[in-house]
């Protein structure tokens, strides 16, 4: 694979199975996120693989999440780099609201992709 090619899924193509690791900033994510994700902020990715990685192993698929897709891409590209499967969501959250996949948020408000 070309270091900068990042292989990616649709929402509709996501697997069930997958770690869905959502790289947006903590006021995106209360917003509205997809229940079930791991939220780790993009800059903190590599300290938190350090520190605790949880469900984040080499082992899992891992799809990650942004709002559109760029910084969930460069994520994903830098996860493949280091010995992880991860793919990025075409289309982030945007992607994700259109196609009418449920949010929530953890303070039981509406959500919506900010």
Not at 52 to 78: H, N
Not at 84 to 92: H, I
Request: proline content about 6%; some cysteine.
């Amino acid at each position: 694979m070309n270091p900068f090619e990042v292989p990616a899924v649709s929402v509709e193509e996501m697997p069930s199975s997958a770690v869905l690791l959502d790289c947006r900033e903590n006021d995106e994510w209360a917003a509205g996120h997809i229940d079930g994700a791991v939220h780790v902020p993009m800059n903190e990715v590599p300290n938190r693989l350090a520190r605790d990685a949880g469900q984040l192993t080499p082992e899992r698929r891992i799809v990650v999440i942004c709002k559109m897709g760029g910084r969930s891409a460069q994520v994903a590209g830098w996860l493949n780099r280091n010995g992880y499967d991860a793919v990025n969501l075409e289309g982030g959250m945007l992607a994700w609201a259109t196609a009418g996949r449920a949010m929530v948020t953890a303070d039981g408000g509406t959500p919506y992709v900010a």
